[in-house]
């Protein structure tokens, strides 16, 4: 993949920020930050692991699908909502939309769709790549670890998929009905498989 200088920095600030944000709501929200602990310390390393990867990932693949097409695809931050990520966390929820791949080219509806669907298919796989080791490992650090990486991909491929602009479902549901279905059960078996490990 080809990088410019500015989508690196984009980037690495989108993770940044997203991982702190999702810190601050894991760690208890604004006591966190008043009282500092090893809580909101540790919540931060796993969220740059599960929360801040599954980020890049999603959004990298994306970027991969539409170069291989011969597109220019480049991550561009939205930071007025990084900063509302970032304030909301504080008060026990957040609304992410860290940013997005700007395509510029030819676009058909098949490569639209499946520039689109490589984001939650990401998404999809990671969860379940997390989702094998939480069947072993449940407590402790690691069963924390692997917990945040299953829900937080599950709940990344199914809100991407919502079938209204500007979600990625919305492109997918446009090239093909069939594929977007498939794509919405298996993320939403893994969505409601959450609430059961």
Known sequence: MRFSN?????????????????????SGGASS????????????IISAFTVGISFLFH?????YVAQKYGLWAEFRAFYKMLWLALLFS???FI???????????????EKNGKISLAGPLTNIVLALIFFVPL??????????????GF???????????IPTLPF???KVYLWSKTIYIIAVVFALLLFLSTYLI
């Open 33 to 44: 930050l008043l009282s500092p602990s090893f809580t909101f310390v540790l919540s931060l």
């Open 151 to 161: 829900k937080i991909n599950s709940l990344l491929a199914l809100f991407n998929l």
């Open 6 to 26: 500015r989508e690196i920095k984009e980037l690495f600030v989108a993770w940044l920020m997203i991982s702190l944000a999702f810190a601050i709501l894991f």
């Open 59 to 63: 959004e990298l693949m994306h970027k």
């Open 135 to 148: 069947l072993f490992y449940k407590e402790g650090i690691s069963g924390l670890f692997f917990s945040y």
């Open 95 to 109: 609304i992410a939309a860290p940013g997005a791949v700007m395509i510029r080219g030819f676009l058909s509806k």
């Open 168 to 170: 990625d479902g919305a």
């Open 90 to 92: 504080f008060f026990g």
